[in-house]
């Protein structure tokens, strides 16, 4: 019992040291990818919002800016001209917004 006992921990032993590298490996990893999140975040210029809150910036803005682009819209709210673009087409189509050519207007 006592040979079986020394003999499965030896084992133990020796795979522990074989899979040590590869547990280093791992956290090293892990603190590379959490620190180019921190990294991304600090240099992201516009907060997470969800597509209601940013259709509540845009019909803001356009309150304040009658006539504005799509582009403008993207300046403004620090997203992609893409992503205005989509939320624009949204509030276009709810009734919310109307375009007169590439101006956007509230309704």
């Known amino acids: 019992m006592i040979f079986w006992f ?16 590869y547990l280093e490996e791992a956290e090293e990893l892990q603190r590379m990818l ?11 210029p516009s907060p997470k919002l969800s597509f209601a809150q940013r259709q509540q910036q845009v019909e803001a803005f356009l309150r304040q800016e009658p006539g504005a682009r799509i582009a403008d819209v993207a300046r403004k ?3 992609t001209h893409a992503r205005a673009g989509q939320i624009v087409k949204q509030l276009v189509e709810e009734g919310v917004l109307r375009r007169d050519g590439n101006k956007l207007f509230v309704a």
């Open 6 to 21: 020394d003999e499965t921990r030896a084992k133990a032993e020796a795979r522990l040291k074989e899979l040590r590298p």
């Open 34 to 44: 959490a620190a180019m999140d921190r990294a991304d975040a600090a240099k992201s």
């Open 77 to 79: 709210l620090e997203i």
